[in-house]
């Protein structure tokens, strides 16, 4: 069954460092989404992307945050800044159609990242 | 604002048991409902996605029920095992239609099948 993967499986990074992480969809999947999870919190929305370019973002995508999809296969977050409160694990996801039609969101493991 | 509310918070119960897990959604415009269950350190795996028309669905042992009126929704689970240890979690997009519509996650009832 095909399958959402991401990697690394955990990093960690100083404070102030870029990190870059990587996910690769579903390959006939054409949504594409970011959330992150604190530990111990819900999961939380990060940005959609479709057609190349963000669709949706919420407060917490900032300018420290960009999404690419860099060829055909691959969908990177960067973080350009990391700070203490950006650990958490980071889930990507995709699908088939919007999130607003009753299309399956397949989440992958997660990265999780770790500030220090 | 759109929110998305669950309980209980956690629940205990023995294998083979069953449980209900309740869902209070303040989402506008509604689309369609979905319940996850993640397990610890893993990704949400999707359990069911109900439209607003549906009433009712089932997945195995998982039953959901949608009631669009009231804004609740339940997942209940029968024979639980021990394999139902998870957190799940009500979920609902906050768009419909061409929207890309973000995922607004619940907090997540954490359960524990003890043998």
């Known amino acids: 069954e095909p399958e959402v993967t991401q990697t690394p499986s955990h990093q960690v990074t100083q404070m102030g460092q870029e990190v870059i992480l990587r996910c690769v969809p579903i390959s006939n999947h054409l949504y594409f989404y970011w959330y992150r999870q604190i530990l111990g919190q819900k999961v939380e929305f990060l940005v959609s992307?479709?057609?190349?370019?963000?669709?949706?973002k919420s407060e917490i995508f900032d300018d420290q945050f960009s999404v690419e999809r860099p060829d055909g296969s691959n969908f990177t977050l960067k973080i350009r800044s990391t700070k203490l409160e950006d650990s958490a694990m980071y889930f990507c996801a995709s699908s088939e159609g919007p999130g607003g039609m009753p299309y399956e969101q397949y989440f992958g493991p997660g990265t999780r990242l770790t500030v220090t | 604002k759109n929110q998305v509310e669950q309980s209980p918070q956690s629940l205990i119960i023995l294998e083979g048991k069953n449980c209900t897990l309740q869902c209070n959604y303040t989402v506008s415009p509604f689309s369609n409902l979905r319940w996850y269950k993640q397990d610890t350190g893993r990704g949400p795996v999707s359990l069911t996605i109900?439209?607003?028309?549906?009433n009712t669905k089932s997945n195995g042992r998982y039953t959901a029920t949608l009631d669009a009126d009231t804004k609740q929704s339940s997942l209940h689970i029968t024979a639980s095992q021990l394999s139902d240890s998870a957190s799940y979690i009500c979920v609902a997009p906050s768009g419909y239609g061409g929207s890309q519509g973000n995922l607004i996650f619940g907090k997540g009832t954490k359960l524990s099948v003890k043998p």
């Open positions: 992307f479709y057609n190349n370019e963000i669709s949706e």
């Open positions: 109900m439209t607003f028309s549906e």
